[in-house]
């Protein structure tokens, strides 16, 4: 439906397309549905159950001595902000699930994400392979602020920010698809911006 | 009902999937609230029940094609049917905020879906006492909670601090104070960070922990908090009431950031 009298592009444009519905932010907001995690170096720590009662953790020295990997993406939040080239720095999740022994063939199709102060987000496990997802540490070159998730979040980029979790905590595997914290809440299970999946059904 | 107890991950809320639809609403009335903010009732032809604290996507459409949304609170109480308010702020240099200011008349039609929201809304079931910060333009979502507290859930003990630059900035104002004086367990702290009329005794400053220990005194307990402001603001205000001893899970925040509206 035309606009009576909207003529647009009053904002700055970005420097290519981004996904319909979304506007181009030159800053960083903050979204959380809640106060700030205040979580430590010396206390984070991610968890990878294996089932049966099993699990491999990974500390702060941990994440330090594993492979590092530049990461220079965009960023599209459902509340309709896209960040274009944002850089960021941490290690691809293939490398925690090989260090956990597990191979190529996890058998579970999803995963829930589970945040410090108890925020989740599910995702299929194909989503998270082969350079899709990350556990960093550095946003601009700067260690991540807590109110953008550091010390260590989540970054899932080719799926609404919701998706990637800050103060990252531990990863359980699932047979079965099920919600996290904003699935449960009206947003989408799966997320991608470029289908403009924001909300329940769309 | 949501248990502060209980992990975010298990408060299935009652909504089923089922999908948001564009509508396009009529504005029925505008109201001018401040020199800066707006009220646009827009009545829908297809208003559905929602909860305090949620919003709606607006999507404007331009000739050539180009369109952008933006979400918007919703400041009307539950109990009001049929319509709902948009309260808007303009943001200089904002994209639809100033098209709502300088171009929406009584008569346009409007594109949009909703409501759309969980973490932040209240309702009467989830009780009190509740503890309401807003600044500026925060105070939307936290006027439909006041609303339907006003509707039915009067015995709900609150506290509303409202941080604004001035006076002059009141969002609301005549019925803020309407409320304030029906001395049903509301209390409503007013504090002005630019400057303060003539003989004011109340808050003079930007919120900071003190204040914030302040008005959790004279609450006496918090069984839920909302605070709705700039990223700064809520960021202040949320470390403030965890470090007075409110649990995180009881704490709900929605934050803006400086540009975008």
Known sequence: MLSRGFSGFRRPQPPREIPSGQYYETGFPVLTYGPTERVSQADWKLSIDLGDGGFKSWNWDDLMAMPQTDIHTDIHCVTKWSMLDSDWKGVDLDIFFE?????????????????????????????????????????DGEPISQEHGGPVRMIVPHL??????????????????????????????????WKEQRYWGD | ????????????????????????????????????????RIRLPHWESFRAGMHYDVRLTAPDGYQTQRSYSIATGPETRDAIDLTVEKIDGGEVSPYFHDEVIVGDRIELRGPIGGPFTWTESMGG???????????????????????????????FLYSSRTQLDVIYSDELDALAEAGNGLQIAHSFTRSTPDGWDGFARRVDTGMISDVFDRLGAVARAYICGPEGFVETAANALVDAGVTPERVRTERFGPAGA
């Open chain 1, 99 to 139: 260090q956990a022994g597990l191979g190529s063939d996890i058998a579970e199709d999803y995963l829930m994400v589970r945040s410090f102060g108890g925020y989740t987000t599910n995702l299929p496990v194909a989503d998270v392979r082969g350079g899709k997802a990350y556990i960093v540490h550095e946003f």
């Open chain 2, 1 to 40: 009902m949501q248990d502060p107890k209980r992990p975010p991950d298990t408060q299935l809320e009652g909504r089923q999937p089922e999908r948001l639809t564009w509508q396009v609403g009529t504005v029925a009335s505008i109201v001018v609230e401040t020199y800066r903010v707006k009220t646009f």
């Open chain 1, 160 to 193: 609404y920010f919701w998706k990637s979790a800050k103060w990252v905590e531990s990863i359980r595997f699932m047979d079965e698809d099920a919600p996290g914290f904003w699935e449960s809440n009206g947003y989408h299970m799966y997320g991608d911006p």
């Open chain 2, 129 to 159: 006492p509740l503890l309401l910060i807003a600044g500026g333009s925060g105070i939307v979502p936290l006027m439909s909670m006041l609303r339907h507290r006003d509707s039915v859930a009067r015995h709900v003990q609150t506290l």
